[in-house]
Nanobody, 116 residues
Framework: QVELVESGGGLVQAGGSLRLSCVASGRVFTIHAMQWYRQAPGNEREFVAQITRDGITSHADSLKGRFTISKDSTKNTITAYLQMNNLKPEDTAVYYC????????WGQGTQVTVSS
């Protein structure tokens, strides 16, 4: 079992920045990759970024240059970060942290609202 807790969402003006955090605990040694997805009202959940156990990253093409995923690891936790710069109103969504392990795990989501 893996538990995920996100934080860092909030309200920001267009052009601003936010950093989201996701702390994974439990059987973290089973995690192959940490992910960020987002879901705007009326839209399907979409891929934002992923970082593997070895630190290999991938980002949605449309977000490259503005969003960056990173991670820190301890013996018992993995913390994934999503640095979001030059935010736009269309980035408004609930952001979900995911962990791909023996199963796919999801956090509860954190709201990001970008005002124009």
């Amino acid at each position: 079992q893996v538990e995920l807790v996100e934080s860092g969402g909030g309200l920001v003006q267009a052009g601003g920045s936010l950093r989201l955090s996701c702390v994974a605990s439990g059987r973290v040694f089973t995690i192959h990759a940490m992910q960020w997805y987002r879901q705007a009202p009326g839209n399907e959940r979409e891929f934002v970024a992923q970082i593997t156990r070895d630190g290999i990253t991938s980002h949605a093409d449309s977000l490259k240059g503005r969003f960056t995923i990173s991670k820190d690891s301890t013996k018992n936790t993995i913390t994934a970060y999503l640095q979001m710069n030059n935010l736009k109103p269309e980035d408004t969504a609930v952001y979900y942290c995911g962990a791909f392990a023996l199963s796919q795990y999801w956090g509860q989501g954190t709201q990001v609202t970008v005002s124009s």
